[in-house]
């Protein structure tokens, strides 16, 4: 199994909502990372946890809110976001930090309305 | 810090005519370099890695790539195009400074048009 599973594919939602994005793999990779992709853009890395701690946060704002419950899985809580934010999001994994032959998911399509 | 420049945001080759996708690196350290491929509304897709092995690199769907250091380069080639290769391509570079972060650094990308 070689897969990254994100649901949902596609998500609308209300600046006053709250909505989690979740990232799935069961390759045994304790490296996983979420990346934001605007149109026409390469995607832009917002955290990365290695081995189920926290170890990056590019400085996104709070409004985003990872979670690594366990090595197999990543998610994104969502709160207040802004229109700005609609995006397509992109979870990742790798073996480890230094294996940075990552492995993505087809994303999650986020509009905020 | 390390970087990434691909040169053309779009290239259009005709079907059967070879592809060649550039990319030039920056990195302080040497470098690990990856090139991805998306297809509309999709997640990226490993086409081939290079890791300080072997400098020509083959990857999947007959793409390859080879490591020049001296010139930085890290072009990704292509014998002979087919129509389902028309998709997006990023080249990246991994983060392998001090802090060895996994962070991958993507190129602006490249749109690769097919024209039958």
């Known amino acids: 199994d070689t897969e990254v599973t994100q649901t949902p594919k596609h998500l609308v939602m209300g600046m006053t909502n709250k909505k989690s994005l979740k990232c799935e793999q069961h390759m045994g990779h304790r490296a996983m990372y979420w990346y934001k992709q605007k149109a026409k853009k390469p995607p832009e890395l917002m955290f990365v946890?290695?081995?189920?701690?926290?170890?990056i946060n590019e400085s996104v704002p709070s409004r985003f809110s990872p979670e690594c419950p366990n090595s197999s899985l990543l998610n994104l809580h969502l709160h207040a976001l802004q229109p700005e934010d609609s995006a397509l999001y992109l979870c990742a994994s790798s073996q480890d930090p230094a294996n940075t032959e990552a492995f993505f998911g087809q994303g999650t399509r986020l509009t905020v309305v | 810090a390390q970087s990434v420049t691909q040169l053309g945001s779009h290239v259009s080759v005709s079907e059967g005519a070879l592809v060649l996708l550039r990319c030039n690196y920056s990195?302080?350290?040497?470098?690990?370099l990856f090139w991805y491929v998306q297809y509309p509304n999709q997640g990226l897709q490993l086409l081939l890695k290079y890791t300080s092995a072997a400098t020509l690199v083959k990857g999947i769907n007959g793409f390859e790539a080879e490591f020049k250091k001296s010139e930085t380069s890290f072009h990704l080639t292509k014998p002979s195009a087919h129509m389902s290769d028309a998709a997006e391509y990023f080249c990246a570079v991994s983060d392998r400074g001090s802090s060895n972060t996994g962070k991958l650094i993507f190129g602006q990308g490249t749109t690769l048009q097919v024209k039958p």
């Open positions: 946890y290695s081995y189920e701690k926290l170890s």
């Open positions: 990195s302080s350290v040497p470098p690990y």
